[in-house]
């Protein structure tokens, strides 16, 4: 299928920084989900909020439909692409549902209000992302994981066709990561949604993403299926690591360090 | 810690700006009632003496406590929303002491000059103010990151050096201008006539309206400003528009009517405390209960003493101190898990 998303040749380098990321291209096509992996420091990070529009490039360009992403008009482009990112410290004492209701922001008229149906639409993503107890609560008295499930859930009431998803099961527990990999796929399924996740949970890789982008120090060491990615040698490489293995038992893939 | 469920946005914003109004004409009416020179409004009509206490004193007065409190007030709730911090304000970010610096200035080599009618000190007081921002938050923010402390602590930092600054001035000049620039950095809201309200209204008008068109936008920023980044918002213009208008707007009153301290700070507060956090009712909100407050303040401070009166920014600050601390301590609920 074609690509309604490219990044083709990014750089960034950070002011008085080295070179954060050097040469990484990606093309995303409806209903594909990709995963960036790769050691602590290896760009990942920088790599997705170039996508997201929040680091512009330093070379290179990003094309949403064919049009380069900083001459989207930013509520537009807002409809398009949502970022959920590491972690957000809310400082102020919001309710979980009137954060998820700020992703409807781009869809709201401008000097207009939600209405009812924005709201139901964010509690369909509250329920979506597992998290309808908490739209009452107040964001600031969320634990980590908690808090990681109402960005994921303002993230989906933009019902962007492209999600960026920056490590969003490193505080989740064993129930929330296995929903919100069943929310994802799901929402591949039903809305065509596309994903880039970056994550450090290669077992959650291996059988549900189509592509793998492994990066080491700002460069793309492996892009392919999990197939071709997930293997012992060149894991080892990208995270620095002589003992990790990995073995593929049916559409499976298996990752672990040998003691 | 559940509590009961969320009313619509527009059935909040309806409620609380009802209420809000309610509090400001009441305020408004207490504050018209009120003074040392007892008023018989019924003789309002065939005294002239009771006319010209009330028109030209009595209710500019109660005005310019109304435009001042609103002011610093709505700026408050800006600035505490652009930099995610509950205990920014325009005295703590120094954006008060930088306007006084400025209009003290202006005061100093005797600029009384008017520019289409507005006081050159309202454009002096500005640019101080413009310069406190700037110096504050370059100061504050390395990289794509603002430090809390730093931000308030470089606040505090110019807010004394710009006191300093005006002191100094005043031990330059000559016995004269320096009583102008003392009389005048005491801070009153005695003002003689409609007209300079009418002058002061031509700029602050607008700035308020500018600020409250950016409600959702702060709104989207208060929450998070990564996110804020990409829901539309553009964080870099919305920043710097922010910085203008506010420094416009605390320039504006602070050169009308010194440096108030604490009104900025308390009453955003109060809003969100009874209204919850939404920007969009946070911003208007501040706005009437900074007018309600101002004038209710000033009510006090000219029948506070048995003979002569208070300066309103020792109400203000009797009052806001104490909240100022009870905050810092109350902030450790905000950002600890």
């Not at chain 1, 809310?90 to 992703?103: C, I």
């Not at chain 1, 299926?225 to 049916?250: C, F, H, K, M, T």
Request: proline share 5%.
């Amino acid at each position: 299928m074609k690509p309604f998303f490219e990044a083709r040749h990014l750089a960034y380098t950070y002011p008085r920084g080295p070179l954060a990321v050097r040469d990484i291209s990606l093309s995303v096509a409806r209903a594909s989900m990709t995963a960036v992996i790769g050691a602590n420091g290896s760009g990942k990070s920088t790599f997705i909020r170039m996508l997201a529009g929040l680091l512009r490039p330093s070379a290179g360009e990003i094309l949403l439909d064919g049009l380069a992403l900083a001459k989207w008009p930013p509520r537009l482009r807002a409809r398009e692409i949502a970022f959920m990112p590491q972690a957000t410290a809310t400082v102020f004492p919001f309710r979980v549902l009137d954060v998820v209701l700020s992703g409807r922001t781009p869809h709201v008229p401008q000097f207009r209000l939600e209405n009812e149906a924005d709201r139901e639409k964010a509690m369909q993503a509250l329920e979506s992302a597992g998290a309808a107890h908490l739209a009452d609560r107040y964001v600031t008295a969320l634990s980590g994981g908690e808090k990681q499930m109402v960005t994921l859930a303002r993230a989906l009431a933009q019902e962007p066709r492209l999600l960026l998803l920056d490590e969003p099961s490193t505080s989740l527990d064993l129930k929330h990561r296995a929903a919100l990999m069943r929310t994802l796929a799901r929402l591949r399924e039903q809305r065509g949604l596309s994903i880039v996740m970056v994550t450090h949970d290669l077992q959650l890789t291996g059988s549900l993403f189509d592509s793998i982008v492994a990066l080491t120090c700002g460069e793309v060491t492996a892009q392919g299926r999990p197939d071709e990615v997930l293997q012992s040698d060149l894991l080892a490489r990208v995270y620095g690591e002589p003992n990790v293995r990995a073995r593929r038992i049916g559409d499976q893939t298996l990752v672990w360090i040998e003691a | 810690m559940s509590t009961a469920p969320v009313l619509s946005l527009p059935k909040r914003l309806f409620r609380a700006l009802s209420v809000l109004t309610l509090l400001l004409i009441a305020a408004t009416a207490v504050g018209l009632a009120v003074g040392r020179q007892r008023l018989d409004f019924s003789g309002l009509l065939s005294d002239p003496f009771a006319r010209t206490l009330f028109f030209q004193l009595r209710l500019p007065r109660v005005l310019m406590a109304l435009l001042i409190g609103a002011s610093l007030a709505v700026s408050g709730a800006a600035l505490q929303a652009l930099f995610r911090n509950p205990l920014a304000d325009p005295y703590t970010l120094g954006v008060s002491g930088g306007g006084a610096f400025g209009a003290s200035v202006a005061i100093a080599l005797g600029l009384s000059f008017r520019v289409l009618g507005i006081p050159f000190v309202f454009f002096a007081s500005f640019l101080g103010a413009m310069l406190a921002v700037f110096l504050v938050r370059t100061i504050a923010r390395t990289g794509a990151v603002t430090l809390p402390g730093a931000l308030l602590l470089s606040g505090v930092v110019v807010n004394l050096v710009s006191a300093a600054a005006v002191l100094t001035l005043q031990y330059l000049m000559d016995p004269s201008g320096a009583l102008r620039i003392l009389r005048w950095m005491v801070g009153s809201l005695d003002v003689v006539g409609i007209a300079p309200i009418g002058r002061m209204l031509l700029l602050l008008g607008p700035a308020w309206l500018a600020l409250l068109a950016l409600s959702t936008q702060l709104h989207l920023l208060a929450i998070d400003e990564d996110t804020a980044g990409t829901l539309g918002v553009n964080v870099t213009r919305c920043n710097t528009a922010v910085h203008m208008l506010c420094s416009l707007i605390v320039g504006v009153t602070v050169a009308a009517g010194g440096a108030i301290g604490f009104v900025g700070l308390i009453v955003p507060h109060a809003v969100r405390f009874l209204f919850g956090e939404d920007l969009r009712i946070v911003l208007p909100g501040s706005l009437l209960m900074g007018a309600a407050f101002l004038v209710l303040a000033d009510a006090l401070a000219r029948i506070a003493l048995p003979s002569g009166e208070l300066p309103v920014g020792a109400i203000t600050g009797l009052l806001g101190g104490p909240a100022f601390l009870w905050l810092l301590r109350r902030r450790q609920q905000y950002t600890v898990v």
